[in-house]
Nanobody, 130 residues
Framework: QVQLVESGGGSVQAGGSLRLSCTASGLAFDNVAMGWFRQAPGKERESFSCVSESGATTYYADSVKGRFTISRDNAKNTLSLQTTSLKPEDTAMYYC???????????????????????WGQGTQVTVSS
């Protein structure tokens, strides 16, 4: 049974930082691409950062590029997201997800499409106040 558990969310002021973590179990973590996604109230879930199985390939949406850093520790089955310079528009529920295993990991990471990710955590809330 695959489990993904996010942690590290919270409430911060604009300009602040948070480090999110996602611990995975029940899957071959070092064989799949991983990603961070978010969903704001009243909006669709969006992808914003993904990483290949080795960590060599990453993707960032323009909205977070230069402010967020995705990383993974395959020895610890952990995915991380360092966020900096947070803005009120970053307020959302943040989810980590694991790809289904099909396709080339680097390609999956570059595309960072929700449809490629089969396993999802419950989410951690990030709230940024102005």
């Amino acid at each position: 049974q695959v489990q993904l558990v996010e942690s590290g969310g919270g409430s911060v002021q604009a300009g602040g930082s948070l480090r999110l973590s996602c611990t995975a179990s029940g899957l071959a973590f070092d064989n799949v691409a991983m990603g961070w996604f978010r969903q704001a109230p009243g909006k669709e879930r969006e992808s914003f950062s993904c990483v290949s199985e080795s960590g060599a390939t990453t993707y960032y949406a323009d909205s977070v590029k230069g402010r967020f850093t995705i990383s993974r520790d395959n020895a610890k089955n952990t995915l991380s997201l360092q966020t900096t310079s947070l803005k009120p528009e970053d307020t959302a529920m943040y989810y980590c997800a694991a790809a289904g295993g099909g396709g080339i990991s680097a390609s999956v990471a570059r595309r960072c499409a929700i449809v490629d990710f089969d396993y999802w955590g419950q989410g951690t809330q990030v709230t940024v106040s102005s």
